[in-house]
């Protein structure tokens, strides 16, 4: 950890090691039942046919690694060196930001100098508005805001990228347009490391989403929790200093540092990284031991799924059932009115309507030029990709507007998801791009290249059918995703002190063999999302009328 590590003493340093493993030790029971649960759910999932729509835009198979690069190039950089210095600046598939000395460097396989995560990051090219986010990251507690000089070059572009556990990066540019494209890049290796647990093995993604639920609940958070960014590993660290990082109200804890900030960066990143290393192989080892769990239980769930389903059915039909609709109109009383998920994706489809700003990308961007039949083989991505780049980043900011439109959903439901909202949105439209043009280009490429100038605008408007129908299925699941979020957290609460404590009684109702394979918890939680999605079918149809 470098001179950071001398910012915290043994005494210090062992008490954040013993929140972190006592934060796991409480984890691994929920982890572990909802290993099993998982494995249950897929091969359900797998037994049963899926009812909602399929897409027809083809997707690339190929995964975006460590090997392929989204951006490199010389940059000026402000670091932890302080000073300004050109850096070979390096951005990987894997969205992993990293600084170089040189280009020569880089190109003999030097190691990066710096290789950072830009999970939890947020990048600016307005220096206001993040002095705003370093007031709100290191609040005095005094409330005296420190001040900032500007530290950029009169006449540059600059990016300031603020990092929650690391030291912040500045960059600056020539041009505007390399400031704008640089920040684009950034923006989406932040949207996808903080959701990059969502994109592991859905066995494990769904046995960490109901355990942090649940684990959570003990503690009574039953809304979203906006720290559950990165990979697994990352979001129990944030479970972690959610509640131990240093903090600047806990002047005990240094009080020599008197708000200097970049000492303090030192200090949580010093903390940040004795909880991962607390929390790495613990948590490895979990996984390790569930997968080999759930699949010694392979054979008996596969053989026994349909007495399995029917003991789950008996368990809701004859005692979950009655402890939640007991409780009335819980839905319409404690949420009011919701929001109708509106059909085949709002007004005038996903193509044209209000509700997905992306759909019109290909109607709105430039007709391709003509492609020669007399070139060799021309890369048709070469030609259309450009156009769909510039489209996309447009369709990005009426979604970014949303944060000041949900601002009411955060005071009537504590709704504090919002950024992952919009981030999930985010990537769901770039994936929906990105399956276009390969759509796009797989065609093409099964034509003779005689007949491409003729046939690519054909070969266009169809991959653009495809794109509208598609868009109606991802806009339709993201709607109904969004109102789950807002809506049931509010109904977990509510109910909660009444049906919660019924809970226990209701497990003579599953068979002993099945007893590591059906948790009473999971049935209940599926029961509330089933009464939300009825209230909004049932709201649906009356608007519809």
């Known amino acids: 950890m470098g001179a950071s590590s001398s910012l915290l003493d043994e005494t210090k340093a062992n008490y954040i090691k013993g929140r972190a493993e006592a934060e796991l030790k409480n984890f691994i029971p929920h982890y572990r039942q909802q290993a099993l649960q998982a494995r249950v759910q897929l091969l359900q999932?797998?037994?049963?046919?899926?009812?909602?729509?399929?897409?027809?835009?083809?997707?690339?198979?190929?995964?975006?690694?460590s090997e392929e690069l989204l951006y490199q190039n010389s940059v000026n950089c402000h670091d932890d060196s302080r000073k300004w210095k050109e850096r070979f600046v390096v951005v990987r598939g894997n969205h992993t930001l990293e600084l170089h000395d040189t280009l020569e460097s880089f190109s003999r396989g030097t190691p990066a100098r710096h290789s950072q995560s830009l999970t939890g990051g947020e990048a600016t090219t307005s220096e206001d508005t993040y002095s705003a986010l370093l007031d709100r990251a290191f609040p005095d507690p005094n409330g005296v805001k420190e001040e900032t000089q500007s530290v950029v070059p009169a006449g540059w572009f600059p990016v300031f990228l603020c990092l929650p556990y690391s030291p912040d990066i500045?960059?600056?540019?020539?041009?505007?347009?390399?400031?704008?494209?640089?920040?684009?890049?950034?923006?989406?290796?932040?949207r996808h490391q903080n959701l990059g647990w969502r994109e592991g093995p859905r066995g494990e993604v769904l046995a960490l989403q109901r355990a942090l639920l649940f684990y959570r609940q003990e503690k009574n958070h039953y809304e979203g929790w906006e720290l559950e960014l990165g990979s697994d590993l990352q979001v129990l660290c944030n479970l972690v200093m959610e509640e131990?990082?240093?903090h600047p109200s806990r002047l005990?804890?240094?009080?020599?540092?008197?708000?200097?900030?970049?000492?303090?960066?030192?200090?949580v990143q010093a903390a940040y990284q004795l909880v991962q290393e607390q929390l790495g192989a613990g948590l490895e080892a979990l996984k390790e031991e569930c997968r080999q769990t759930a699949s010694a239980n392979q054979t008996l769930i596969r053989s026994d799924l349909d007495q399995i389903l029917a003991s789950r059915a008996l368990l809701t039909g004859q005692a979950v059932r009655v402890c939640v609709c007991s409780s009335g109109a819980c839905v319409q009383h404690q949420c009011g009115p919701l929001p109708a998920v509106p059909p085949g994706g709002g007004e005038g489809g996903a193509s044209g309507g209000a509700y997905w700003p992306c759909g019109t990308t290909w109607r709105l961007s430039s007709t391709p030029p003509p492609l020669s039949s007399t070139l060799p083989s021309p890369p048709p991505l070469q030609?259309?990709?450009p156009l769909f780049?510039?489209?996309?980043?447009?369709?990005?900011q009426p979604v970014e507007q949303l944060r000041e439109k949900l601002l009411d959903l955060h005071q009537r439901f504590r709704y504090s998801n919002c950024q992952r909202l919009i981030h999930t949105t985010q990537i769901d439209m770039q994936q929906l791009m990105e399956s276009a043009v390969h759509t796009f280009e797989l065609l093409v490429q099964s034509e003779p290249p005689a007949q491409w100038s003729s046939t690519v605008e054909k070969i266009k408007l169809r991959?653009?059918?495809?794109?509208?129908?598609?868009?109606?299925?991802?806009l339709k699941r993201i709607l109904k995703e969004a109102l789950t979020d807002i809506t049931l957290p509010v109904l977990r609460r509510n109910l909660a002190p009444s049906c919660k404590p019924e809970l226990q009684k209701f497990e003579q109702f599953i068979f002993a063999d099945y007893s590591q394979l059906i948790q009473v918890e999971n049935v209940y939680e599926d029961l509330l999302l089933c009464l939300i999605t009825k209230e909004n079918r049932q709201g649906d149809a009356g608007s519809s009328q």
Not at 170 to 190: D, G, K, P, W
Not at 252 to 267: H, I, S
Not at 389 to 396: D, I
Not at 463 to 474: P, Q
């Open 45 to 65: 999932e797998e037994a049963e046919p899926r009812r909602e729509g399929r897409g027809q835009l083809l997707t690339p198979k190929e995964m975006r690694g």
């Open 170 to 190: 500045f960059f600056c540019f020539r041009q505007e347009e390399q400031q704008a494209h640089f920040l684009s890049i950034l923006n989406t290796c932040i």
């Open 244 to 246: 131990t990082a240093p």
């Open 252 to 267: 005990d804890l240094l009080p020599r540092l008197r708000g200097r900030r970049r000492l303090w960066t030192a200090v």
């Open 383 to 385: 030609v259309v990709s």
């Open 389 to 396: 780049s510039a489209s996309l980043e447009q369709c990005y």
């Open 463 to 474: 991959v653009l059918k495809l794109y509208d129908h598609d868009s109606r299925l991802v």
